[in-house]
């Protein structure tokens, strides 16, 4: 078509518009998602001219590059398609489908290579047997019982589940020895193509992976088993009433789930190094691929698993980053995932129904006098633990001391998740690195005179980072800003904290002279700093007791509870959004300031994305909208560190990441968290608790056995009473049903639509 | 369409003008248009999936209208966004509950009342004007309770307390009786007239066709997304057009009688 009859189609097609929509006509979607790829290209095509290496570009290299490239690609593929699948038909999205896959890559290698199994049967037995397997264990266990939870629970159980699943391998092989497993047809097996060498292992990673898409593609539009996962997913109950088995289905897509996280896991292993974390964040990087295909297109998953596997090896082969950038090709799938985020559409207010939310109880609020009389008895038993007068030997030793500190750090950290995600709802897995925002600023600042006032400033310039977060959030809901909160704790990660202006590294000693207040030194280490936080941390529970009691409190839980609802009454959901951001960035730089303070010199690893997930997921467990979850979440945290210590074990070596990642886990079991559970069971022995001791009362009358006499019957009831009850209560709910639910269900069928 | 002023010169507090809407290929709504007075309840009615929520989702801003505008008290507000519509004084319950579960239900009430310090420069006091709205609803007992744990016609009440609460100039009402007992049915219906009395402007959305019979003063019709109809209740009952789209879906409703409850 000629450049003129093009033009002549677009002016037809605009006047064609203009008749029929007279009046106003938003933009359409497709502009601003242009603007921003080209956008993109051409930032990319800077950068990769600024930072170009100079290394020819020969059929060699860039073929070499495709090759390596495609295989890397069709890892990721596989793993994410194993994401997609169960996301389809479940709705759960699996943080735990990278550490999944590398748990049965270490099984693989135990048989494998520490067993000696001959390679395809120690393959079919992984792939094809254990793998499935464990996919519908974990289905029945814990997947089933997530389908009711609120979002925000669902995604914390996934994420335990990858923390359990990291803790237990690093348990069952743990990492004092070297552990490979060779290629397929070993190292040395290759072929050549016009100049490019191709290992027979990645020539099989790709196989594997068409094959697999093929497969996934035949089962999902010609099976019956296909078409009956894709009908679950738009309606449980109405597929069911079709003949479709949900919960088969359910076991199916978490079999294939598990067996597809086993492949990639098994085909990365001889690329990358057999290690606990490393593979786990390997096949982490398939969620960029799953977020390409917005987690429901096979295709596009597979296209973007592709783009991302050519992608970070053109950026190994062909460009030179700094010291600061040379995680470059680390974090391409991180940058992917934030461009893919920035291209949603803008997440629609919606009017939702709140039927998920109806099944909890609300807690009763804590007020500000009961909050300040936990925390004078909170800092009175610091006080007496310090000053060895509890019975505990080694408490006041400066290791109990440097113990109490961390526990008091991590619970200060973990508060600013309390707005965050406990009222307002946002799901964040990046406390740490606003933390480590934090801790760098007051390091710059303040940290070599000892001023007290680089503390408020790194919490006043770690903020409006806490901003900066909030643009993803005020555009997305739910999954998407989970995903989007672990990018950016990974971006942070790989990028930032690793720029030398940043976290020196050759820097070596105490980055952070004593805190002078008011005439007072305290060390981070010393009985004072200790007896300080407590006071700290004391007043920001009571703050945060009294702002979940003012209007901003009740706000954001309303914004919580329905956006939809909250923007009717004239709240506006973006600036509300922003603010809990800007807050919990705060807090959590000024807990990141006084941990850099304890630990005196700062370096990357103390703010990995990994490193913080234990410190969400232990607050969660304690009940996330409740201040005291976070000294629940603090003690446990050292708690597991003073179990591995006291009791030299080597089971218990990971138990720092095994012990939160269980809890998360059996948390399915009990929603509202445990201080909640544990408050409700000690609040009739509070004084002031009447309310408490009367539901009290009313629960143990509601479960006394009543004397016969009571209920006007002439002798005991008996089981067989109990049958005869049973069946004529079945019967009149029988009568009951077409005068009521029936009746009322059949009134709302919907006509279907023209 | 006619300007501000409708046919008998009361000039309309809100207008939905020529709306459409499309999902895909499908128009919800085309070229649909209502009128609200002020001091007036009008009804829109029409069989399930006809638009009629979509409609609300339009003037209140939830949706944005591939076609046609939204004009309160005489401004264009189609490009303003939801909160911004509240302030102006567009207020709404939905069909499907959106309470906040998570709050007493005094504190539902009262988020909307702390809200209107925003834009609303009289002294107020929330926790008190709150009670007094819940009280005027007729559920006072209930102020302390989560709303998660109350039955649906009552939390359908938090909702109506709640969207007073913003002191609305048009109160959209998206089936207020549906959970309610008959009783309940009738406060509400004395509820909303006193409203109008006070100068609102309600519409509401209603199965119930007594009590939309009873107490608008003209309805609307809407079916596969059109408007077919507009009159008062008694033209609206024998409008053909109106019973040819009832008829075989929901033909008995028309004859007056309340739906089996």
Redesign the interface.
Known sequence: MSPNASDAVGRAERRDTAADVPRRRRTPVPVRQAVVLSGLAVGAVVVSAASWAGTPVTVGNVGGMVVVGLSLGAIYAVSASGLVVVYTTTGVFNFAQGAVGMYWAFVYWELRVNRGWPAPVALALVVLVLAPLGGVLLDRAVMRRLRNLPLVLQLMVTVGLMVAFMGIAATQWQGDRGRTVLPFFGHTGSFEVIGVTVTWHRLITILVAAAIALLLRLLLFRARLGVAMRAVVDSRSLAALNGANGEAVSATAWAIGSSLAAVAGILIAPESQLVVDVLTLVVIDAFAAAAVGRMRSLPWTFAGALLLGVGQQFIRRFLSFDDGFANMHEALPTILLFVVVILLPQAQLRARGVSAQLARRTLRLTDVKESTVGVAALFMLVLAWTGGTLPFTDAWSSVGINRGVTMMVTAIIMLSLVPLTGWAGQVSFAPLAFAGVGAVIFAKITGDTGSAYGLVLAAALTAPVGALMALPAVRLQGLYLALASMAFARGFELLFFTQTAVIDPNRGGRQFAPLSIGGWELTGTGRGYLLALTVVFGAMVTGLVALRRSRWGRRWVAMKDSEAAAATLGINVIETKVAVFVLSAAMAGFGGALFGLQVGTLNVLQFELLVGLPIVLLLVVGGVSLPAAALFGGVNTVLFIVIKDRWDYSWLSALEVLGPGIMAVVMVLNPAGAVAEIGRGFARFLPWRADARAAYAAEVAANREPEPGELGLSRPFTAADMVATERALSVANELARPGHDGAAAAMTVERPAP | MTGTMTGDGRRARLEAR?V?VRFGG?A?LSDASVDVRAGEVVGLIG???AGKTTLF?VI?????P????VVLEGADI??R???RR??LG???T???????????AV??V???V???R??DRSPMR?LAEAAAVLERVGIAAVAGE????LPTGTARLV?LA??L??NPRVLLLDEPSSGLDDSETSEVAGLVRSLCDDGLAVLLVE?DMSFVMDICERIFVLD??RIIAEGSPQDVRVDPAVQAAYLG?EAAPMNGHR???
């Open positions: 020529g459409t499908l919800a069989p399930n999936g989702d209140c801003g939830l949706r944005a591939d076609a046609g505008s189609t490009g966004s939801v909160h509240a302030r567009i207020a709404r939905f069909q499907k509950l959106e309470v906040f579960g998570n709050l007493s504190d539902n009262r988020v909307a702390e809200m209107r925003r834009w929330p989560a709303v998660a744990g909702e709640r969207a609460a913003t199965h596969f997304g879906t739906q089996a409850p």
